[in-house]
């Protein structure tokens, strides 16, 4: 997943095709195919707006390949950010396993006083926590 800085038509979809688009572009989407990575986008859902007023472009992806791609449930983009890019969140489907042995603390041989020395160092206000 990230900024691919690669404009092609397999995620740039109906959205005008570039000048921009290399032979850098064609190697990697080769290697992407042959190694069967799965796209998420949606193609032609714009991820980059530039300031500039150019084109707008689809070159953050999410890409994945084998058991994890199962686990993708799916994906948002969030164009209301301070970046020229959108934000991309993934949902995933992850199996989770409670312990079936308790967790056990010793409280006791806890060192309070370092404890005590981490949370004044780091100035955590624990003003509004009340205890009983």
């Not at 397999?10 to 290697?31: F, I, K, M, N, V």
């Not at 193609?43 to 150019?54: A, D, E």
């Not at 199962?70 to 301070?82: E, V």
Request: glycine share 6%; hydrophobic share 35%.
């Amino acid at each position: 997943m990230g900024d691919l800085n690669a404009h092609y038509v397999w995620w740039q979809g109906p959205l005008p095709q570039t000048a921009r688009t290399l032979a850098a572009s064609h190697d990697l989407t080769e290697w992407l195919e042959s190694n069967n990575f799965q796209l998420h986008n949606v193609p032609g859902l714009p991820t980059h707006h530039p300031r500039n007023g150019s084109t707008l472009s689809t070159i953050d992806l999410c890409l994945t390949r084998g058991e994890i791609t199962t686990t993708i449930l799916s994906l948002a983009t969030d164009r209301d950010t301070t970046s020229d890019h959108s934000s991309i969140t993934i949902t995933l489907a992850l199996a989770y396993t409670p312990s079936s042995v308790p967790v056990r603390r010793n409280w006791e041989k806890a060192n309070w006083e370092t404890f005590r020395e981490h949370v004044r160092f780091t100035g955590i206000d624990l003003t509004n926590l009340q205890g009983k």
